[in-house]
């Protein structure tokens, strides 16, 4: 079987990590070598940015905000992605470019176009699979404050994070055969029972 790119996608605390093991273990069971790796900070260049980016105390404008970003994607595509696929490991990666789109192109309000040319220039691969794990605003911002102190994202206002869950909805209905969408508000059970379903059936496609 040729090696899969899978991604996961949300606004904060939808359940992304929380579903990672889920999802690893159904890869186990089949004997599929992979690896599981994010963004930012999926290379070691990326590390550096990662800090940057997340520090609540730094200024960052939205257009330095999607250069990091992408500077960050490039490296971790060169780097990390591709030399794994290419070697037969399925790669899952918690966020890819649908989190351009939603927290610079939806968040931000940067130019939507703009974005896309760059992903377009930059030659970033298609995921094969994206679960997008879709939860009410209130809700993601009600579990990460509950773990304490904020990153520079989750210190932003609800109206932010409105935008940004709005942006990846749009972006599901208009990738339906590539997006399968989780809702993260039910219980963490039935939510991972969901997430099992969508990689079985994405193994029996
Ligand atoms: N970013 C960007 O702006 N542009 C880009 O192109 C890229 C990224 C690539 C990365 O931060 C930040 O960078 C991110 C977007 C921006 N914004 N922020 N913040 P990160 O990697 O540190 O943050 P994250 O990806 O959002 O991780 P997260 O906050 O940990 O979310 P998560 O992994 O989806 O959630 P979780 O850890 O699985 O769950 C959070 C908590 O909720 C935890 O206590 C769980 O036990 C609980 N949980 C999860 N699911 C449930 C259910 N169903 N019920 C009850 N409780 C639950």
Same mark, same amino acid.
């Given at each position: 079987? %040729?090696? $899969?790119?899978?991604? *996961?996608?949300?606004?904060?605390?939808?359940?992304?990590?929380?579903?990672?093991?889920? !999802?690893?273990?159904?890869?186990?069971? $089949?004997?599929? /070598?992979?690896?599981?790796?994010?963004? +930012?900070?999926?290379?070691?260049?990326? $590390?550096? *940015?990662?800090a940057i980016l997340l520090d609540p105390d730094t200024k960052i404008?939205?257009?330095?905000?999607?250069? =990091?970003?992408?500077?960050?994607?490039? @490296?971790?595509?060169?780097?990390? !992605?591709?030399?794994?696929?290419?070697?037969?490991?399925?790669?899952? /990666?918690?966020?890819?470019? @649908?989190?351009?789109?939603?927290?610079?192109?939806?968040?931000?309000?940067?130019?939507?176009?703009?974005?896309?040319?760059?992903?377009?220039? =930059?030659?970033?691969?298609? +995921?094969? *699979?994206?679960? *997008?794990?879709?939860?009410?605003?209130?809700?993601?911002?009600?579990?990460?404050?509950?773990?304490?102190?904020?990153?520079?994202? &989750? $210190? &932003?206002?609800? &109206?932010?994070?409105?935008?940004?869950?709005?942006a990846y909805l749009d972006i599901a209905i208009n990738n339906t055969?590539?997006?399968?969408? %989780?809702?993260?508000?039910?219980?963490?059970?039935?939510?991972?029972?969901?997430?099992?379903?969508?990689?079985?059936?994405?193994?029996? &496609?």
């Open positions: 079987m %040729i090696a $899969k790119f899978i991604t *996961l996608e949300g606004i904060e605390g939808s359940g992304k990590t929380s579903s990672l093991k889920g !999802i690893t273990d159904l890869l186990d069971k $089949k004997d599929i /070598s992979y690896i599981v790796t994010r963004e +930012p900070g999926g290379s070691s260049i990326g $590390k550096e *940015l990662r404008s939205p257009e330095v905000e999607l250069m =990091l970003m992408l500077s960050d994607r490039k @490296d971790h595509v060169e780097k990390t !992605i591709l030399p794994n696929l290419e070697k037969g490991n399925w790669v899952i /990666s918690d966020r890819f470019m @649908d989190s351009s789109f939603a927290y610079q192109g939806g968040g931000r309000q940067l130019d939507k176009n703009l974005i896309i040319s760059f992903a377009e220039y =930059l030659n970033f691969p298609l +995921p094969d *699979l994206t679960l *997008l794990f879709d939860l009410p605003a209130e809700i993601s911002l009600s579990r990460v404050m509950a773990r304490g102190k904020l990153d520079r994202f &989750e $210190k &932003e206002e609800l &109206e932010f994070h409105n935008r940004i869950r709005k055969d590539r997006i399968k969408v %989780i809702d993260s508000s039910q219980k963490l059970e039935t939510m991972l029972n969901n997430v099992e379903k969508v990689i079985e059936d994405f193994f029996n &496609e």
